[in-house]
Structures are given as structure tokens and as C-alpha cells.
């Protein structure tokens, strides 16, 4: 429930009352300061209270975007300020300093807000003293970005007047639903997909369905596909390759309503990160099943195409955890990227080759309908590995050439990426912390990890040499991490690790020779990068890394890579293809269970990740 306090003499006219009741507050009346505090004191703790001046002119969605936005405990737009129960203590502080000001304008006086409209506004109202006070208190408000949308107090009649107009010139519908959108997408999502996604969003809004019921319809869709590829049939492809579209407009759709109704949820977040891999990599295991009913074995590159994908994705989460809060971050790299993106066909062609989310389901879903599994895989492949190429060499051209100073943040963050076990950390005390300098950092966990997946792809099934190189690779992990990790190339040391942990149970389980290792090891890849993933989403939510009980209990990335290895050499095929399953599933049930109690639990961040650029 929320509740709305409206200060002032109210404006003969006005739909403002209206306006606040249909984006659900319930409206009470304050002529001044003094009994607005007294207003506030009365409504109950755990509502959102918003105070809005009553000479308040704007649009309906500039209140909307400024008073009902869940993510922000403080928030305002010029006229009218909210705070959340977490944030009513300091919004009553607030409010009492104005009860007792002089009435001028406290914090950054920002009184504006009122787009192309140039309506001269005034800012001795109450919620805009309340804002300022809240300001230099040192309080985080969010503003958000209103564009063309109206938000002021008019200084006089002929004022509210022009207000009254410049509100009437805007559609502010039409502005509603265009910022539904991602101001950035992929081509295939912005030209094929988002023209009409728009309307599917406002359509389940009117209807009253939630972002997470879009999320859950996308995720049966993908499924649904994925079960309609294991038939191994061409109508069954055909019908993946169409279903797997379907799942995609839903899957742009659940984000767009969200924004659209601005309903965010904590766990829509936990959905909207993990559901959209889940899809994916559903799907993979569909074709591959697919494939073998028509005795085409292609499990090992539906691994591989998995493992390719997740390193990319680990990628990009290191290098943006490494660099987005870096001081003198900049470089000639990124310079001539700002310059290339000034030229309108380069932007496009830039975020096609990428192979982003939507131009990679669509590309899957053509060659489903069109060839085979293994081409399928063949083209997704190379696309993919085409495009880590281009998108990893431009990341290190940027660092290599950047003189950025990283903060304790980011190196908390790549640490918490690296999933380091205890093996790692036993390691590391006996070595005192001793570190590496420089660039020996990257290139520890670089040959650390080609020692053990050549060591595993070379030999035979049941050799120690893996095991060897697992040691070897146990050591080079706690070298890598034993500083901590500010250098320039340091964010590769995460994505080096979940390619060396990954790739190691590929090469053993193909080497394994025997039906159903490759499935158990793609089960078992899969649990292992939901974790992973995880970790991601509770970083980008400013929520810390998963307990360290949780790393531990599942062995860390060099713990579960050593075992592995160890499972290979005392076991005959059969048995390791059993201890991969067992393996798989007691990692999935452990890594569940701790995401689940997190993201419904009421501390779990209310974000709503816009996740992966479609």
C-alpha cells in the first residue's frame, strides 16, 4: 500500500488527485509543513508515503517513474518526493527541518524537470524543501530522467497555464512505450522483435499480468521447443525453430512490461537472470537428443557450445566489474570505438557481430528449421568463437592501453568471480601470499588451465597425467589469486578458470568413450555455470558473492577441477559417468537451494537486470 500527502491549497482543475489515486496511493490533504509531518506520523511504517506539492502540474508517468519505482528507497522528481519504509526515517527527518525552515530551497535547488516546456518553476514547496533537505543530509535520490515528460510547479497562473499545454503537446503514452524499450538492443530486436513487443507488454499490463508470468510462459515456450527438437523429426524442428522465436518475444516482452509498469521484483530478478541460460542451454540438450534419435552423436558440441557461450558471458561480466568504477579510464582503444559508433552503419554491424541473444536464437532457429543439429552447432560455433574473438582482443587493445587505477570494488568482485576454493586458499598460506607481478597474473591461470585440459584431451581415459595437471593447475590457481586483482589483464583470470574447469570435464568425459558421459557432463557444466551465474547477478545487485560456506561445500572451481580428474583415473567409464551424474546433481541441489532462499528472501536486491544486450 502506499499513500500520498498532498501539500498546499488545492488547484481549482487539477486532476492531480486523480492522477496519484490511479497509480494506487491512497490521497490525504496537508495545508503546510506542520501538518503534513503530522500526516506522515499517522500512516502506518510499512507503507510508501509520497509527498506531492498540490500546485503540481506533469504528466501521469513523470509521477509514475518518479514515486512508484520499486528499486529506490528515496526517489523524487520535481513537486513530489517518495521514500520507501526503509527510507521513512530520513524523509521524516526532512520533513521536520522544513516544518521548522524558512522555506528556501535546500540541497542542489534543482527545480526544473519540465522538459522542452521552459515553464518557469518555483521550489518553495514542501516536498521540493524535503528534497533538498534529504540532499544535503547526504541521502541517495534517485531523479529519474524525464526527456519530454512534464514535472513542475508553476509560479503563477498564466505559468500553469503554459505547464497545462506543454503536458497537453506530449503524448505521454506514446512516451510511456517507447521507454519500454532498451535504449541500446541488437539489430534483430530493435527492427524485428521490439515494433510490436511494445504493445504484447502494454497489452499483459492492462490485463493485469506480471513480468515474472511473461518471464515463466517465455521459459515453457523455450521447453517446449527444446522437446519438440528431441523429437528428432523435421516437423519437429520446424516447430522448435518457431517456438524458440515465440519464446524470444516473450522473453523481450517480460522486460519491457516491467519497465512499462515498472514492476520489479526481487524475484523477477532472480528469474530474469537465470531463466534466459536455462532456455539456451535447454535447448542445446534438445537438439543434441534430437540428433541422437537420428543416430548423429552431438552432445560434445552442444558442451562445447555451451561452455563457449558461458566463457563469453563470464567475459563480459569482468571486464565491466573491472572497469566500470575505474578512475583515468580511458584509452586510444576506446576513443576510436566512441568514433566508430558516430558513424550509424558501423553501430549496427558492431552489435550484429557480436551475436548477441536475439540475432543468436534467430540464427538457431533458422538452421534448426532448415538443417541439422551438427550444422546447427557447426555455425553456432564459429559464430561464437568468432565473436569472443573480436570482443576479447578489443577489451585487452583497451586495457593494455588504458592507465586505469581499479578499486578495492572490482578487485573484490574478480576474486568473487574466480571461485577460488579451500585447496586454492590452503595453497596460498603455505606459499605466505606470495603473488605474482603484473601480467604473470592472466598468464598463470592461462597455462595453469591449458595444463590441465591438454593433460585431459591428450592422454588416454584412466591416465594420471590429468591428474598432474590438475595439481599443477591447483597451484597456478592460488598464484593467480593470491593478490589481489587490480592489474590490467586481471579480469581474464576468472574467464580462464571457468574455461579450464569446464573444458577439463568435456575432454574426460568424450575421452570416457561410453553412452551418456557427454549428458552427465553436460548436466553437471550446467549446475556448475548456474553457480556461476549467480554470483554475477548478486554482484550486479550490490548484494556480495554467495556465502563462503556455499563455495566450500561445492569445492571451489580448482577443488571440483582436481576431483574430476582424480574420478577419471580410479574409475572405470561406466562408474565415472555414474559419479559425473551423482556429481551433478549434488551440486545442483546445493547451488539451488542456497539461490532460491536468497533471491525470495527479503533481503535479496529488488533489481530487474536487464541482462545480456538482445
Request: one cysteine or more; glycine letters at 10%.
Amino acid at each position: 500500500m502506499s499513500t500520498a500527502i498532498v501539500t498546499g491549497q488545492p488547484v481549482p482543475g487539477s486532476s492531480l488527485e486523480n492522477d496519484l489515486r490511479s497509480l494506487g496511493f491512497d490521497v490525504l490533504m496537508a495545508a503546510d509543513a506542520a501538518e503534513a509531518e503530522a500526516r506522515l506520523a499517522a500512516v502506518p511504517a510499512d507503507r510508501r508515503v509520497a509527498l506531492v506539492d498540490a500546485r503540481f502540474v506533469g504528466h501521469p508517468h513523470a509521477l509514475r517513474l518518479g514515486l512508484t519505482d520499486p528499486r529506490f528507497p528515496l526517489a523524487a522528481v520535481p513537486g513530489a518526493v517518495t521514500a520507501q519504509p526503509a527510507a521513512r526515517q530520513a524523509l521524516t527527518h526532512a520533513l521536520a527541518g522544513a516544518a521548522g525552515g524558512s522555506g528556501e530551497t535546500g540541497g542542489n535547488g534543482e527545480t526544473g524537470g519540465s522538459g522542452a516546456a521552459g515553464v518557469e518553476a518555483v521550489a518553495d514547496g514542501v516536498p521540493d524543501r524535503v528534497t533538498g533537505a534529504l540532499g544535503t543530509d547526504g541521502a541517495e535520490i534517485h531523479r529519474p530522467e524525464l526527456g519530454s515528460l512534464v514535472a513542475v510547479v508553476p509560479a503563477d497562473p498564466q505559468t500553469r497555464n503554459e505547464a497545462r499545454q506543454a503536458v497537453a503537446a506530449v503524448d505521454d503514452e506514446a512516451v510511456r512505450l517507447k521507454s519500454a524499450v532498451k535504449s541500446r538492443d541488437g539489430f534483430f530486436t530493435t527492427f524485428c522483435i521490439s515494433p510490436y513487443s511494445r504493445y504484447l507488454a502494454r497489452w499483459c499490463a492492462r490485463r493485469g499480468l506480471t513480468p515474472n508470468q511473461v518471464t515463466t510462459a517465455s521459459l515453457l515456450t523455450a521447453l517446449i521447443a527444446a522437446g519438440c527438437a528431441a523429437t528428432g523429426t523435421r516437423a519437429g524442428f520446424v516447430a522448435a525453430g518457431v517456438l524458440l522465436i515465440a519464446s524470444f518475444v516473450l522473453d523481450c516482452t517480460d522486460g519491457q512490461l516491467a519497465r512499462y509498469a515498472l514492476k520489479y521484483s526481487t524475484l523477477g530478478a532472480w528469474l530474469d537472470a537465470t531463466f534466459d541460460r536455462a532456455k539456451e542451454y535447454a535447448y542445446y540438450a534438445g537438439l543434441a537428443l534430437g540428433a541422437a534419435r537420428g543416430g548423429d552423436d552431438v552432445w560434445a558440441l552442444a558442451l562445447g557450445a555451451m561452455i563457449l557461450q558461458t566463457c563469453r558471458h563470464v567475459v563480459d561480466f569482468s571486464f565491466n566489474e573491472a572497469n566500470h568504477d575505474a578512475t583515468a579510464n580511458t584509452s586510444p582503444t576506446a576513443a576510436l570505438s566512441g568514433r566508430l559508433d558516430s558513424v550509424g552503419w558501423t553501430v549496427w554491424v558492431r552489435r550484429m557481430i557480436v551475436l548477441p541473444i536475439g540475432e543468436r536464437w534467430a540464427m538457431i532457429a533458422v538452421l534448426t528449421a532448415a538443417t541439422t543439429p551438427r550444422v546447427t552447432f557447426y555455425v553456432l560455433l564459429a559464430g561464437c568463437a568468432f565473436a569472443a574473438t573480436y570482443t576479447t582482443a578489443g577489451r585487452v587493445l583497451r586495457s593494455l592501453t588504458r592507465k586505469a587505477r581499479r578499486t578495492d570494488r572490482a578487485a573484490l568482485a574478480l576474486a568473487d568471480l574466480a571461485d577460488t576454493g579451500p585447496l586454492a586458499g590452503a595453497v596460498r598460506r603455505v606459499l605466505g601470499g606470495r603473488g605474482l607481478p603484473g601480467l604473470a597474473v592472466p598468464a598463470a591461470a592461462l597455462l595453469g588451465g591449458a595444463a590441465v585440459v591438454a593433460c585431459s584431451a591428450l592422454t588416454g581415459y584412466g591416465s594420471v597425467l590429468p591428474v598432474a595437471g590438475a595439481l599443477v593447475y591447483v597451484l597456478a590457481s592460488a598464484l593467480a589469486v593470491a593478490r589481489p586483482l587490480k592489474g590490467a589483464l586481471d579480469w581474464l583470470v576468472p574467464p580462464f578458470f571457468r574455461a579450464a574447469e569446464y573444458g577439463t570435464v568435456l575432454a574426460l568425459a568424450a575421452k570416457a568413450g561410453v553412452n551418456g558421459a557427454l549428458p552427465a557432463a553436460f548436466g553437471l557444466v550446467a549446475a556448475v555455470a548456474y553457480h556461476h551465474y549467480d554470483t554475477v547477478y548478486r554482484i550486479r545487485g550490490n548484494a556480495g558473492a554467495p556465502p563462503a560456506w556455499l563455495v566450500r561445500a561445492i569445492g571451489g572451481q580448482e577443488g571440483r577441477t582436481l576431483l574430476v580428474t582424480v574420478l577419471a583415473a580410479l574409475l572405470t567409464a561406466s562408474q565415472f559417468k555414474v559419479a559425473l551424474t551423482v556429481l551433478a546433481v549434488a551440486v545442483a541441489l546445493v547451488v539451488l537451494a542456497e539461490s532460491i532462499r536468497f533471491w525470495v528472501s527479503a533481503g535479496a536486491p529488488a533489481v530487474h537486470d536487464e541482462g545480456e544486450t538482445a
